[in-house]
């Protein structure tokens, strides 16, 4: 390996480590304050509802902004903005004096980090060599779930104060915003975005330097609608549907509950929150170790095999009434979810839609899987308790085993391996 490729590796992990923990935190906060909340503002189910869901929200806008602005103005500008951004906000929450105010800042606290996680991947497979671009790329969702992890401990720790709890669980959050700056100072631009930018006159040097996969031109969002693309594209759309409908985030946000209607008491629901969070590193490092290896499709049908498997357990326990006999099987079956998850569609998402799309409409591509994933995520974070309390609890896992079933079929006919591949090719290959 060159000393080029070999600090471009380093970067690469740098950017994902960072822009991989600050996503898991910022979203994953709210799980551990809700109760804090809730008590100082005495707020009702809906409006928790609403204040858990705000940053959702945002981040589908930032799905959209994220990937518009690393177009206008490159990756590393992008990156800094949006962390930035991250840093004010953070800070800002912890003054805030009522859930209204909360809820907006959120809001905007989203937007940087569905930027974030539209340009961090973008960015990696950009400068990655393409033998580590798979681990690299897993190494964001990586980081993802220790931020996860981290905010169940922070929250757990910080519980035992008696007042500022929910304040400084929340302002935490600028310290990975703020190292995220510092990384994003030490960023080149990538010779792909520069390519893409340049005139054809003045960038024959850099077309040089880009990989074939970088060397065409920006045709946009209308490109990735036509039907030259229209393969690419159903398969980029497929993967977060599957990702978010299949209920993982009625695990990260509800989790205390989750444990809590399997049959454990509160404190022991709490403990096992964080277990949960630990898993959730854990399997997601053997999807890491595997992906180039084994392979991004074997995988991802693996994992999501578990994930159906385990929903519709879980579906029959809660159908036929389940006694205290059963609480063990259940929560078995919710490790069993988080592994097949993160061992298939949790990290893959982000390796296999930054490997589908050509660089003329990458960008627009993996702006429409974000925004879909986190639109998604928003549908269901907002609609969990509803479904519980009008359908129950059979009813809303067999839902959600429904449709990974049904996904886990369309990937097996449609998707194709991309392991080693470069980028183009890849496309050719999807889209002849």
Sequence with gaps: MSGSAYGNVWLARAVNAVGGVLSGYAPGIIAPAQGFLAAQFELSDYQLGLLTSAILLGATVGSLTGGVLADKIGRKKATLAAASLSVAVSISLGFTPNWVGISILRIVLGVAVGSIGVVCPLYVSEIAPPDQRGVLNTMFQIFVTIGILVAYVVGYLLGFLK???????????????????????????????????????????????????????????????????????????????????????????????????????????????????????????????????????????????????????????????????SAPIAIACLFVFIAGFELGPGPLFVVIENEIYPSSVREAGLALANILQWGFNLLISCTFLLMLSSIGKAGTYFIFGGIGLVGWLLVFFLLEETKGKVIDPIDSSLNP
């Design 163 to 325: 007042h500022y709890n929910w304040q400084l669980m929340f302002g935490l959050g600028a310290v990975p915003a703020a190292v995220l700056v510092i990384v994003g100072m030490w960023m080149p631009e990538s010779d792909a975005w520069k390519a893409k930018k340049a005139s054809s006159g003045e960038s024959n040097a850099l077309l040089n330097k880009a990989s074939a996969s970088q060397r065409t031109s920006n045709e946009g969002v209308t490109t990735l609608f036509s039907a030259k693309y229209a393969k690419t594209t159903f398969i980029g759309v497929l993967l977060p549907t599957i990702q978010q409908l299949t209920g993982i985030n009625t695990i990260i946000y509800y989790a205390v509950p989750t444990f809590q209607a399997a049959g454990l008491a509160t404190g022991d629901a709490a403990y096992a929150t964080m277990g949960i969070g630990a898993w959730n590193v854990l399997t997601t490092l053997v999807s890491a170790f595997f992906v180039d290896k084994s392979g991004r499709r074997k995988l991802y049908l693996s994992g999501l095999a578990a994930v159906v498997v385990s929903l519709i357990v879980l579906a029959i326990i809660n159908l036929v009434k389940e006694g205290p006999a």
